[in-house]
């Protein structure tokens, strides 16, 4: 039977593709990718600008985005952006991948609350190694420091879903910030991911060895950027 979505029910999507999951506990899976395009926040080291510093895509219905997981899946979707979590009909779209039997991830930078469906709630909250402090005159700097971290929200969805927290590792120093957060979110060291930043793989090769001895002596867990080692920094992977 047809799952009973709006009929009239679109959303913007930057692109859809199938890969294998690049981050995570999850890595290494062959997945179905969902990117939405817009996002509240502007990061400095954006990997996907094209869903935040200048969103890029186009509407797509609710039954056609379906149809491509129908087609591709092979059990697990990831809806990542941008930002999901405040894309229109999100819940919708969980519902709908969920009466699909999809196991469902959600990547968010966990700063804003929606009612979805999730198996895993992938949340990688941005520390101060993202904020654009030398882009367009620094008049991102106070959005973005006011937004990047939602302890109420962080809290509700560590509460309410399985997840992992993610976080981005520019240089060693982020570490005090990372405890603070970890701590201040009462979060299980085991859940948490250390993850080096960079688009290029020379530059992922030399900060992953420091960042995997700071797991070892944290018990923090190690993420790779996988989809950066097999295909490059390109769209689609």
């Known amino acids: 039977m047809k799952p009973d979505w709006p009929t009239r029910c679109h959303m913007y999507i930057s692109e859809l593709f199938y890969s294998v999951q690049g981050e995570g506990t999850l890595t290494g899976v062959p997945s179905v990718f969902i990117r939405t395009s817009g996002c509240n926040l502007r990061c400095t ?17 609710l039954e056609q985005i379906i149809g ?4 591709q899946s092979r059990g697990h979707v990831v809806v990542t952006g941008g930002e999901p979590m405040i ?8 519902r709908a991948l969920r009466a699909e ?11 804003v609350w929606a009612e979805v469906e999730c198996d895993l709630m992938s949340i990688s ?3 101060a190694n993202s904020v654009p402090h030398d882009r367009d005159g ?8 006011r937004l990047r971290y939602q302890p109420p929200v962080l809290r509700r969805l560590i509460s309410d879903f399985d997840y992992q927290l993610k976080f981005v590792v520019a240089a060693e120093a982020d570490l005090t910030e990372i405890r603070r957060i970890v701590d201040d979110l009462n979060a299980r060291p085991d859940k948490v991911l250390l993850m080096p ?7 992922l090769a030399e900060r992953g060895p420091w960042v995997a001895e700071i797991c070892k002596q944290t018990g923090f867990r190690f ?6 080692a097999l295909y490059g920094n390109r769209r689609g992977t």
């Not at 930043?197 to 530059?203: K, L, N, Q």
Request: glycine share 10%; hydrophobic share 30%.
């Open 138 to 145: 620094g008049r991102w700097v106070e959005l973005q420091e």
């Open 68 to 71: 491509y997981v129908r087609q």
């Open 101 to 111: 039997g999809q196991h469902i991830t959600i990547e968010t930078a966990g700063t």
């Open 197 to 203: 930043e960079g688009t290029d793989p020379a530059i």
């Open 125 to 127: 909250p941005k520390l």
């Open 87 to 94: 894309a229109p009909a999100i819940g919708e779209l969980t």
């Open 45 to 61: 080291w954006c990997d996907t600008p094209y869903t935040s510093w200048k969103p890029e895509g186009s509407e797509m219905p």
């Open 223 to 228: 993420t790779q950027r996988l989809h950066v």
